[in-house]
T-cell receptor, first 114, second 110 residues
């Protein structure tokens, strides 16, 4: 069975700093997708970035980028120039290529301080 | 284009009561799913559907029922509410590139 582990329950950084959130996963699949979702206090789940396992290039979306290490089964999220609006819970999630079910980590609470 | 909508946003039930959480999407997605979110845990899959008339169980299906009569709608029924079902419930639809989530329903069972 697939599992997703986020080892940092909570992190706090100053505005404008760079922060990296960790995620590791366990799978025997070769075809899969990885996601980072953001959940602000509004409770809405918002897709931050996704990575297809078959792509070697790390995904980037503006200030957000990932470090995808397939052999190590690691998928960390880097947020550059952090902003107050980045304060949220961040969830790492895994999806097999054969279905659409998401398997979630427990989340990391990120606090950006002014 | 409303995306995924859920009603109600909040609900309080007494133990033993039943209710239906509504979910609808207007993106013509075949795949829809229900998750529950509990403190300190990631979301857990309750039930999912790969198209009208086709549903299946996820990780935590006990106490819940679903049906899918149309592509747009995927209601979740609580048959006899229990305090252990106090949670936030999310409906989602989509594919490999993104799952779109509704705003969630906070359910409290007393």
């Amino acid at each position: 069975a697939q599992t997703v582990t986020q080892s940092q329950p909570e992190m706090s950084v100053q505005e404008a700093e760079t922060v990296t959130l960790s995620c590791t996963y366990d799978t025997s699949e070769s075809n899969y997708y990885l996601f980072w979702y953001k959940q602000p206090p509004s409770r809405q789940m918002i897709l931050v970035i996704r990575q297809e396992a078959y792509k070697q290039q790390n995904a980037t979306e503006n200030r957000f980028s990932v470090n995808f290490q397939k052999a190590a089964k690691s998928f960390s999220l880097k947020i550059s120039d952090s902003q107050l609006g980045d304060t949220a819970m961040y969830f790492c999630a895994f999806m097999r290529g054969s279905n659409y079910q998401l398997i979630w980590g427990a989340g990391t609470k990120l606090i950006i301080k002014p | 284009n409303a995306g995924v909508t859920q009603t109600p946003k909040f609900q309080v039930l007494k133990t033993g009561q039943s209710m239906t959480l509504q979910c609808a999407q207007d993106m013509n997605h075949e795949y829809m799913s229900w998750y529950r979110q509990d403190p300190g845990m990631g979301l857990r899959l309750i039930h999912y559907s790969v198209g009208a008339g086709i549903t299946d169980q996820g990780e935590v299906p006990n106490g819940y029922n679903v049906s899918r009569s149309t592509t747009e709608d995927f209601p979740l029924r609580l048959l006899s509410a229990a305090p252990s079902q106090t949670s936030v419930y999310f409906c989602a639809s989509g594919g490999h590139y993104e799952q779109y989530f509704g705003p969630g329903t906070r359910l409290t069972v007393t």
